[in-house]
């Protein structure tokens, strides 16, 4: 909300993914920790919170870095799928939070050439990926447009935080009391929830 304010507008819910990611890497420069440092500065009435907090949203090293030193009792699970996986999943959710706005329209556009087009596509996907996306896109009937707006959002996100860099500071740096990587992409939502709430000890 401080940096709305900062920018003349007042305190709303940005719908825009890449509007969001703006505004969290302009935090993480101000703050390094990020999210994290976010977390460091709430304040929990233990006569309510009950005996675990959860929290989401940690991506990046910083992020992980600095949650790590400041809750040194936490655990860690990182829930990872491939960028296809994901890419999949958010073609499929439909949901309003991951809307974006595009620079131009994509109308009228061959699908793999609208892909291609998206700024630093090529150091998320591989062409091979890029070409069996178009294909399975094309046989879905899915709207160019769309299909380049969340691949836009993956991209976005990677040029925003770095995953892989995260879990592998997670993994050597913790415990594996204290950390648990889950491969979402192998497993149904069910397997996934009973193997965390096991890990978790939570009945």
Same mark, same amino acid.
């Given at each position: 909300m401080s940096l709305q304010h900062e920018d003349g507008y007042p305190p709303t819910p940005v719908t825009d993914r890449v509007k969001r990611f703006e505004y969290t890497a302009r935090y993480r420069a101000r703050y390094p920790g990020g999210m994290a440092h976010a977390l460091s500065r709430l304040a929990v009435d233990p006569a309510g919170a009950g005996s675990l907090l959860l929290f989401d949203g940690l991506r990046g090293l910083n992020e992980v870095q600095h949650a790590a030193t400041y809750f040194p009792q936490g655990h860690f699970i990182v829930l990872d799928a491939p960028d296809t996986v994901r890419l999949a999943r958010l073609l499929k959710r439909a949901d309003t939070f991951d809307s974006i706005r595009l620079p131009a329209s994509t109308e009228g556009q061959m699908m793999l050439t609208a892909l291609i087009s998206i700024p630093d596509i090529g150091t998320v996907f591989s062409a091979e990926q890029l070409r069996k996306i178009s294909q399975a896109a094309h046989a879905a009937a899915?709207?160019?447009?769309?299909?380049?707006?969340?691949? #836009?959002?993956?991209?976005?996100?990677?040029?925003?935080?770095d995953s892989y860099a995260a879990r592998a500071y997670l993994?050597? #740096?913790?415990?594996?009391?204290?950390?648990?990587?889950?491969?979402?992409?192998?497993?149904?939502?069910?397997?996934?929830t009973k193997q965390v709430m096991e890990w978790l000890n939570i009945k």
């Open positions: 899915l709207p160019v447009d769309e299909v380049v707006k969340k691949a #836009s959002i993956i991209v976005e996100e990677r040029r925003n935080y993994t050597s #740096s913790l415990t594996c009391k204290q950390v648990l990587v889950i491969d979402t992409a192998r497993q149904p939502p069910e397997a996934v």
